[in-house]
């Protein structure tokens, strides 16, 4: 069942052409992975994929990368600060990796981990959701919207909710919050309840 989730996962969340509907579904190939095959866990939370075409999966254990064959693990062990639950991935065109987790923002370059200070010093917070907007990284966070700036997060837009999760559009920028969403364009916010 787990690898059918996963299954699933990657069929929503990569770009793929239509079956032909003419064909049996048993004459398509598919190949699953799981934590027998290196998966550090089931649970998949976030994916993205790097300029230089790698898979990033992060689990509630951990992170791995993906090279189309096999999968490298990233833990507690290659940087403290991963800690559980790796919320949300973002890979940026400068070879950097985003990690949004139940403990902060991570960067990780050139090979190595960087912890992003939170906005209130020795007070840890999820970063859940991540964007690139307008050149900048946009992290959800506790206060609402923050970005990183000289190894710190810091808040660029105030919402009565954490920031669950972000989407840009024409019209403005969009954060998911709990039952409710929040539409920011202009310097104003509008919040909008989620049916019942």
């Not at 600060?81 to 050139?110: H, P, S």
């Not at 946009?138 to 710190?152: M, N, S, W």
């Not at 202009?186 to 919040?191: C, H, M, Q, S």
Request: glycine share 10%; proline share 7%; hydrophobic share 45%.
């Amino acid at each position: 069942m787990a690898r059918l989730w996963l299954l699933l996962l990657l069929a929503v969340s990569l770009p793929v052409a239509a079956l032909d509907t003419g064909k049996p579904f048993r004459d398509y190939v598919t190949d699953t992975w799981g934590v027998d095959q290196g998966l550090p866990q089931i649970s998949v939370l976030a994916i993205t994929q790097d300029p230089a075409g790698y898979l990033w999966f992060g689990t509630q254990t951990g992170l791995a990368r993906f090279d189309g064959v096999r999968f490298v693990r990233y833990t507690q062990r290659d940087a403290p600060e991963l800690g559980n639950n790796i919320l949300a991935l973002l890979a940026d065109d400068d070879d950097r990796l985003w990690i949004g987790t139940a403990q902060g923002l991570l960067l990780l370059e050139d090979q190595r981990f960087h912890a992003i200070a939170p906005t209130v010093a020795d007070h840890p917070a999820p970063a859940s959701a991540l964007l690139k907007l307008d050149g900048r990284i946009l992290a959800g966070c506790a206060e609402g919207i923050c970005t990183p700036r000289e190894g710190k997060l810091q808040r660029v837009q105030a919402l009565p909710d954490p920031a669950l999760s972000l989407l840009a559009r024409g019209d403005g920028l969009w954060a998911g919050g709990q039952g409710r969403v929040f539409h920011i364009a202009g310097g104003k916010v509008r919040t909008l309840p989620l049916p019942a």
